[in-house]
């Protein structure tokens, strides 16, 4: 399994940026579906983003369509997900995870141990 590590999470106003960084360790980085979920307090987890092996294709939650962008560098094994025009909703810890299946939109195998984003003014 591949072990992931996020970063990029602070505090932004809203309408702000931020982007997130996941790093993975292993080989295989390019053989895995890349997600991101988020699970902000008093809620169950929930889908953000993902991105296939290449990075041709990527699939967004309704509520971050247009606003988010998740991408991959797979010669420096990292996922990123831009985050523009954000909400005080988008408020969550952020998790990466990994598909190594071979559907590129999970089930989701690996996770890392999340990001702190908050927004407010």
């Known amino acids: 399994q591949a072990q992931l590590a996020e970063s990029g999470g602070g505090l932004a106003q809203p309408g702000g940026s931020l982007r997130l960084s996941c790093a993975a360790s292993g080989r295989t980085f390019s053989s895995y579906g890349m997600g991101w979920f988020r699970q902000a307090p008093g809620k169950e987890r929930e889908f953000v983003a993902a991105i296939s092996w290449s990075g041709i294709n990527t699939r967004y939650a309704d509520s971050v369509k247009g606003r988010f962008t998740i991408s991959r560098d797979n010669a420096k094994n990292t996922v990123y997900l831009q985050m523009n025009s954000l909400k005080p909703e988008d408020t969550a810890v952020y998790y990466c995870?990994?598909?190594?299946?071979?559907?590129?939109?999970?089930?989701?195998?690996?996770w890392g141990q999340g990001t702190q984003v908050t927004v407010s003014s």
């Open positions: 995870a990994a598909a190594s299946g071979g559907n590129w939109l999970g089930p989701f195998g690996s």
